[in-house]
């Protein structure tokens, strides 16, 4: 059974960093590609970034495209969401999520998922 595992969240003020963490296990790593999505409270779930099993290929929407950094240590088994510049409109849950097949995070529709971990930037 695949298990994924966020966490790093917490309440920061704006243009504070944070770095996000997530583990999965069940399946090797290396197979997996991995992404961050994040829900918003009234909102839908939006992806945010994604990669290659072999941490290559990043994608990021425009919203934090240049703001977030997305990496990944194979030997480690995490996955990592660096937030830098943050903003008020950055507050969510943070999902990360895997799957097998990348056109599934092409599409905005991975596999598996976390539970989430709540990211809060506020003055």
């Known amino acids: 059974q695949v298990q994924l595992a966020e966490s790093g969240g917490g309440s920061v003020q704006p243009g504070d960093p944070l770095t996000l963490s997530c583990t999965a296990s069940?399946?090797?790593?290396?197979?997996?590609?991995m992404g961050w999505f994040r829900q918003a409270p009234g909102k839908e779930r939006e992806r945010i970034s994604y990669l290659w099993r072999d941490g290559s290929v990043p994608f990021y929407e425009d919203s934090v495209k240049g703001r977030f950094s997305i990496s990944r240590d194979n030997t480690k088994k995490l996955l990592y969401l660096e937030l830098s510049d943050t903003k008020p409109e950055d507050t969510a849950v943070y999902f990360c999520?895997?799957?097998?097949?990348?056109?599934?995070?092409?599409?905005?529709?991975?596999?598996?998922w976390g539970q989430g971990t709540q990211v809060t930037v506020s003055s």
């Open positions: 069940g399946i090797p790593f290396e197979d997996i590609h």
């Open positions: 999520a895997d799957d097998t097949v990348w056109a599934n995070f092409v599409l905005g529709r991975p596999t598996y």
